[in-house]
């Protein structure tokens, strides 16, 4: 097992808001209605956000600063600089944004699952060795009907409002079935279409929200001006400067459809269509999905879309979900330019969230022969679906009840075989058995790869607290631990005019373990600590981030 590096106390300390605002704009902070750092957390939205501790047992865990990952944040918006502790590389000149679900109630209703949580957008904006950073609400029509009507308005990842919330804010019960009543809460991930536009999130199609990522403010829905409507969509389209790909699943005629977004237009035209091999059942849930460079793989996983938990008012053990091991699990291949199924093969049952990369095996020749895609698998058990509701986050820290995860490597032989083999990357030993929340170099996106990053585990644990640099040619794990601390996904920027795959740096986001929150850099190639910079308050763990160049 690759040593841990114990990180030290966090150290830095925070610049008084207001002295060094962001280059170019006055601070958000100057505005009404926005908190000033220093001053008692109330702002914009404390109706929302400023309910009293909903348990004595949470109380206390909040006042031992245990809980910062898993507590609402406590404002709307702030903006502010940060002092860093250690040197950031003056080549890292940009801005990275992470999504995350940040606020966990709405008046005295209180969420249960980690996914429900409002969106709440961080900002860390690098320019000559200096990092100010921010954080607002966005304004999805679901955040803002539950802030107006003091309740939970629209279907969230795990809830169902009360019909008479939901019928006095959007006024029909056929908006259950219409898709008025699922949520817009674009709380998962956020991306940079190639023309500049910034779009966050989530699982709903309705949930694509353009947001300014400069101010973070929201600009409004991002309306697809294609007919194809689909009411549901994975949350992690494979985006490049001069596409965006993605899945919608359907669920009356069980399959997928792969669909392409020139860069500039909101428009997506179908690339191809593949159905479901497990029918009668439905699709498998598609969080996420990889790509190599001619291939789109479409996993047809059997943890799939419930028709009956859809329409259910009170959640089931696996949510919209149902385990259909019988039904098969399977991958398609679909070629990107003619959008034909060039393979479609049966695999061993698996559960992920996330692909971590793909590529093609070529034999001596340079005949494409198998496509190889990696994932963060979780042993086929669904059981993390469960260890990711709120009350087990945040009452079995330090016990090890977070299931065991590895990187699942799919091999699919393009030869007509009916079969694919899942084996596994390298001992998951080496990342403390768990694993998720995975960023690779984007310039080997779809290509041949050797490093991935994404969290582990440091056991006992109930939820990924390392930061985890995994060598799949060494087959070996460097591993980033604070103890106590819960970082999210770490995110590799490259360094401009790099060659060697891990020369940049390894971005996350640490919830701290007590009570705060602060940005840390490592090297992505040493993966050592270079930078870190605290926040002057407790940042709930977030989700996906992107990357914003410097015009
Ligand atoms: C945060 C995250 O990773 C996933 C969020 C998923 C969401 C919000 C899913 C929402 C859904 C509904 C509200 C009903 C339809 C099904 C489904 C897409 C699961
Ligand atoms: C945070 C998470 C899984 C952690 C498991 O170890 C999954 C998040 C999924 C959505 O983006
Ligand atoms: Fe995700």
Redesign the pocket.
């Known amino acids: 097992m690759a040593a841990f590096q114990a990180a030290s106390a966090p150290r830095a300390s925070f610049a008084p808001l207001g002295a060094k605002p962001a280059a170019g704009r006055p601070p958000v902070s100057q505005l009404p209605g926005v908190q000033r750092a220093g001053e008692a957390v109330r702002a914009a939205g404390a109706a929302v956000t400023s309910e009293p501790l909903a348990s004595p047992c949470r109380q206390k865990a909040v006042e031992e600063g245990r809980l910062a990952a898993w507590t609402s944040i406590r404002q709307e918006r702030w903006e502010g600089e940060l002092q860093v502790q250690g040197e950031i590389p003056l080549w890292l000149n940009g801005t990275y944004l992470r999504n995350?679900?940040g606020l966990w109630h709405v008046a005295d209703h209180h969420f249960h699952h980690?996914?429900?949580?409002y969106a709440t957008l961080v900002r860390l904006h690098f320019e000559a060795g200096r990092l100010s950073a921010a954080h607002r609400q966005i304004e999805s029509e679901a955040y803002k009907a539950a802030k107006k009507n003091r309740r939970l308005c629209?279907?969230?990842?795990s809830e169902v409002p009360k019909a008479d919330g939901f019928l006095s804010a959007v006024g029909d019960l056929a908006g259950l079935f219409s898709g008025a009543s699922?949520?817009d809460?674009a709380?998962?991930?956020v991306v940079r279409l190639g023309d500049g536009r910034v779009v966050c999130l989530?699982?709903?199609t309705k949930?694509s929200i353009e947001v300014d990522p400069e101010t973070l403010e929201t600009i409004g829905k991002f309306e697809y001006s294609d007919g194809l409507g689909g009411?549901?969509h994975s949350?992690h389209p494979v985006v490049t400067d001069s596409e965006l790909l993605t899945l919608l699943p359907d669920l009356v005629r069980p399959g997928y459809a792969v669909v392409r977004m020139a860069a500039g237009t909101n428009e997506r035209r179908v690339v191809g269509r593949v159905r479901c091999r497990g029918w009668p059942a439905p699709p498998g849930?598609v969080?996420s999905f990889p790509v190599t460079e001619h291939y789109v793989v479409v996993p047809e996983m059997p943890l799939r879309?419930c028709a009956q938990n859809?329409l259910r008012a009170e959640p089931t053990p696996l949510?919209?979900?149902q385990w259909r091991p019988h039904s098969g699990s399977y991958l398609h291949v679909i070629c990107k330019t003619a959008g034909t199924v060039v393979a479609s093969v049966e695999v061993p049952p698996f559960v992920t969230?996330h692909f971590i990369n793909a590529y093609e095996e070529e034999d001596d020749d340079g005949r494409v022969i198998a496509i190889i895609a990696d994932c963060c698998e979780h042993n086929a058990n669904t059981a993390i679906l469960e260890k990711l509701r709120l009350h087990n986050l945040r009452t079995l820290n330090g016990q090890d009840v977070l299931p065991d995860a590895r990187v699942g490597r799919f091999r699919i032989p393009l030869d007509g075989s009916p079969v694919g083999q899942l084996g596994q990357g390298l001992d998951p030993e080496e990342h403390g058995r768990g694993l998720d929340m995975c960023s690779i170099n984007p310039a080997n996106l779809g290509r041949p790869y050797r490093y991935a990053y994404a969290c582990g585990a440091h056991r006992p644990c109930n939820f990924p607290n390392t930061l985890t640099k995994i060598d799949l040619v060494e087959k070996k794990a460097k591993n980033w631990h604070d103890e106590g601390s819960v970082p999210s996904e770490p995110f590799f920027v490259a360094r401009p005019g790099s060659t060697e795959e891990d020369d940049g740096v390894v971005i996350s986001m640490v919830s701290g373990k007590d009570g705060e929150g602060y940005a840390l850099i490592l090297d992505g190639s040493t993966f050592e600590e270079i930078a870190r910079a605290k926040f002057p308050y407790a940042l709930p763990y977030g989700?996906?981030g992107c990357w914003v160049p410097k015009k």
């Open positions: 995350g679900p980690l996914f429900d949580g629209y279907r969230e990842f699922l949520t809460n709380n998962t991930g989530t699982e709903t949930g009411l549901i949350a849930w969080h879309y859809l949510y919209k979900f969230f989700l996906h």
